[in-house]
């Protein structure tokens, strides 16, 4: 059950206040640009070498988010015709972390003791040329993100990825490395399902 301070939600970015710099890091080309579209501020990381740019929370290794929340959710937009990798490194309720990542670089699904390698598809916008060629090979684009990528909110249940793959029993989200190329908006955590367009009640 999490802390008080965590329901119904904790927005990582503003609790830890990523503008500041003092409880995360940024590594390489990272910036703070305004949405027109979303209205605010994103978090912009690019450049040649996934490990060479990243923001990353808490500000090293040896800290922990120490959120609880069942459910990590990303809101983000990866660079087109570019690739990108997220780590999540998630403590279990045996004191063990392991490393859940996901990218557009992998080609199929591995995983380790300590590291599960999700691939990540990055689909077309609908109707575009990109969803055709998809729909007609019968296959989705792999690699890179396709010129017109949209803004993507990704929901990980991290509770269930745990139990499925490693028959482990998750405890909290100790850390985060958001690695080029992508735009980042909101990275949360909470115990509840929301759907995107519904409001809290």
């Known amino acids: 059950v999490p802390a008080a301070w965590q329901r119904p939600y904790v927005n990582i970015f503003k609790h830890f206040c990523v503008e500041e710099w003092k409880r995360s890091a940024r590594e390489g080309d990272v910036a703070a640009l305004t949405d027109a579209r979303l209205k605010g501020t994103v978090y912009r990381i690019r450049g040649f070498l996934p490990a060479s740019s990243y923001l990353q929370l808490p500000r090293t290794g040896t800290q922990s988010l120490g959120l609880v929340g069942r459910y990590l959710y990303l809101l983000f937009k990866p660079i087109p015709r570019k690739h990108f990798v997220v780590h999540l490194d998630v403590a279990t309720e045996e004191n063990q972390v392991v490393r859940i990542s996901f990218s557009n670089l992998f080609k199929e699904f591995k995983s380790t003791a300590t590291w599960l390698q999700f691939p990540f598809v990055c689909r077309a916008a609908e109707g575009s040329v990109g969803d055709c060629v998809a729909r007609t090979s019968k296959r989705d684009l792999v690699g890179a993100a396709p010129a017109d990528v949209r803004w993507t ?48 009640t």
């Open 153 to 200: 909110c990704l929901v990980l249940d991290l509770h269930s990825i745990l139990s499925l793959y490693l028959n482990r029993r998750y405890s909290h989200l100790k850390g985060v490395k958001l690695c080029s190329n992508l735009l980042v908006k909101t990275l949360c955590t909470s115990d509840l399902v929301f759907i995107p367009g519904e409001e809290l």
